[in-house]
């Protein structure tokens, strides 16, 4: 099974607003930098989708080690709170629904063939690769209205 490493963010001018996501994959010598984002969402679903779309360029089975510097993101696999909130019919235990349940899915979707170790990194504090995907996500929400709408953000 390959070993890809993949950093990502998320970012929002206002949140909501138009917001961006940034990510870096690397395999061995590969190394593929991506980038889009959404005129009107949130910077959670930045994070979130930054992590669908790497994930979703991978062909093949893969041992992933994801970093992000979004708590949420990796706290909902570290600490089961997605399988969990998937178990529970995507609701939280206060009976309220879970927030961005369409990426959610997707998200689960994506990583299901693959073996998934969820790292937490520290954002802004000389990460090289995420910086790099901090500013792939701000240059992206830049582009405010040239991007598209986010369908699922209500």
């Known amino acids: ?19 961006g996501y940034g990510a ?18 949130t910077n959670n679903r930045m994070e979130i989708f930054a992590a669908i779309a790497a994930v ?17 993101l ?19 235990r206060d009976g309220q629904p879970v927030n961005n349940i369409d990426l959610w899915k997707r998200f689960l979707a994506a990583v299901e063939p693959h073996k998934l ?5 520290k954002g802004h504090a000389d990460n090289v690769e995420n910086s790099r995907c901090d500013a792939l ?5 830049a582009r405010r209205n040239a991007l598209p709408p986010d369908t699922g953000f209500r």
Request: charged share 20%.
């Open 74 to 92: 990796v706290n909902a696999v570290t600490k089961r709170w997605l399988y969990n909130w998937k178990r529970s019919g995507w609701v939280k």
């Open 24 to 41: 870096v994959l690397l395999y061995k010598t590969y190394r593929r930098e991506l980038s889009g984002g959404f005129r009107h969402t």
């Open 56 to 72: 979703e360029l991978l062909n093949e089975p893969c041992e992933i080690t994801l970093y992000s510097d979004s708590s949420y």
């Open 137 to 141: 996500a701000v240059a992206a929400a």
């Open 117 to 121: 170790h969820m790292v937490w990194v």
């Open 1 to 19: 099974m390959k070993s890809v490493q993949i950093y990502t963010d998320g970012a929002c001018k206002g949140n909501p607003g138009p917001g």
